[in-house]
């Protein structure tokens, strides 16, 4: 596969089968996240798997959702605020695109391991916080559900679901 055909393999995947994932595709994904660049390197990231009944449990009431219950897995990308990079010019905190490239970085190696996942911002981040007992300077800002899929997308729905490039590129 090249690259352009995985990121065009990937969609939110919003129903799974129900089949565990094996540790060393979690571990996988954990990888890929690890390596993704950051703003001078900060990492400022924390990943937290929900993949035990308990912990499931803990995770599934911060997004209600039907379809979420079915992931047999819950990334939780946490940003660690006191971590990452301020520019000092602005002031502006890069923490959200380095936990956006670690993320995608995770969504792809999903989709080459044959895994789908989604990624779901609109949650209840108080009550995550809470279940992840985090502190005041640690945001939690995705939530990412793992498994195999029970449904694919074909890629060629790209010609009508994104806009086109003479849209969106300006050539100088
Ligand atoms: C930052 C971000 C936040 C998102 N939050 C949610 C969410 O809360 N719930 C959801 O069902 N999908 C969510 N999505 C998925 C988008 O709806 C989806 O990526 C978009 O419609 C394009 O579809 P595709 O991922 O299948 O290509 C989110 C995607 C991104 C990138």
């Given at each position: ?47 937290y ?25 819950v990334i939780v990308a946490v ?49 995550c916080?809470?279940?992840l ?7 939690p800002?995705?939530l ?29």
């Amino acid at each position: 596969m090249t690259f352009l055909e995985l990121a065009k393999k990937r969609f939110s995947s919003r129903k799974y089968l129900d089949k565990g994932i094996e540790r060393s595709k979690l571990e996988l994904l954990l990888e890929a996240a690890r390596v993704a660049p950051s703003a001078v390197n900060k990492q400022p990231w924390l990943f937290y798997v929900f993949s035990s009944p308990e912990g499931l449990e803990k995770i599934r009431p911060c997004y209600h959702r039907d379809w979420f219950k079915t992931a047999p897995v819950v990334i939780v990308a946490v940003a660690d605020h006191k971590a990452g990079w301020v520019r000092s010019s602005d002031g502006k905190d890069h923490c959200d695109i380095d936990l956006a490239i670690a993320i995608d970085h995770i969504t792809l190696q999903a989709t080459d391991l044959g895994l789908s996942t989604c990624w779901v911002c609109n949650f209840d981040v108080d009550a995550c916080k809470k279940a992840l007992q985090l502190s005041d300077s640690f945001e939690p800002v995705a939530l990412i559900p793992v498994g195999y899929p029970a449904e694919e997308k074909e890629s060629i729905r790209f010609e009508t679901e994104r806009k086109s490039l003479n849209t969106i590129v300006r050539w100088l």
